[in-house]
């Protein structure tokens, strides 16, 4: 199983539409949960954590499913700004607290 | 206040041949990181650093080499350059990520190419 693993898309979506993303993480031991912005060939960026209790920041919610080991990204009312690739990222602390695991991304576009 | 930066952008190189890519962050990061990125692999660590001075593998470190000579620069080296190594490479820095929820910020990419 991989370690960090989302559907890579891609997803194209209406403006003003409900987009979910998932990702499952292999390491159970994991702590951290991010998810990262990527936009076509610039540098990843940080979206947003993931705490346990779930969060949200404006059109978008995280949650987090320690038991099934998934995490999850919710974007609502979707502009055309929203188009990029997301990227699910985990830290795991039994592998060594200074990595961080990269999921390959899901691309989404937001189409007119 | 730059965040992280990086040089060259762009490089094509004949293998066998070398180069260093720098890497230089102003937010007093103790961490630093090397990742490289390929279509359809995504983000793999190649080096990082904890500190001045210390330096440790990745996940693909082979054909690479580093150093971190001083806090705010991390050196990514390519002794015998190979197609192989056609990547875009990205640094990153971040306090130190035992802390919960710390971002790592990214420089804007090296686009390097052997032949």
């Known amino acids: 199983r991989k370690e960090v693993e989302q559907d890579p898309g891609p997803f194209n979506v209406p403006e003003g539409a409900t987009v979910a993303f998932n990702c499952t993480y292999s390491?159970?031991?994991?702590?951290?949960f991010f998810w990262y912005r990527q936009d076509c060939r610039k540098e990843p960026k940080l979206l947003m954590s993931?705490?346990?209790s779930g969060n949200e920041d404006g059109r978008f919610t995280a949650q987090l499913n320690r038991a099934s080991q998934y995490i999850s990204l919710l974007i609502r009312d979707s502009k055309l700004s929203d188009s990029a690739t997301y990227l699910c990222?985990?830290?795991?602390?039994?592998?060594?607290?200074?990595?961080?695991?990269f999921g390959k991304g899901t691309k989404l576009s937001v189409i007119p | 206040n730059a965040g992280v930066t990086q040089t060259p952008k762009f490089r094509v190189l004949k293998t066998g041949q070398s180069m260093t890519l720098l890497c230089a962050q102003d937010m007093n990061h103790e961490y630093m990181y090397w990742y490289r990125q390929d279509p359809g692999m995504g983000l793999r660590l190649i080096h990082y650093s904890v500190g001045e001075g210390t330096t440790a593998k990745g996940e693909v470190p082979d054909g690479y080499n580093v150093s971190r000579l001083k806090k705010q620069n991390f050196l990514l080296g390519l002794e015998s350059a190979a197609p192989s190594q056609t990547s875009v490479y990205f640094c990153?820095?971040?306090?130190?990520?035992?802390?919960?929820?710390?971002?790592?910020?990214f420089g804007p990419g090296t686009r390097l190419t052997v032949l």
């Open positions: 390491n159970s031991a994991s702590q951290s």
């Open positions: 990153a820095s971040s306090f130190p990520l035992a802390q919960p929820y710390n971002e790592q910020f």
């Open positions: 993931v705490y346990s």
């Open positions: 990222v985990v830290n795991a602390a039994g592998a060594g607290s200074y990595q961080l695991t």
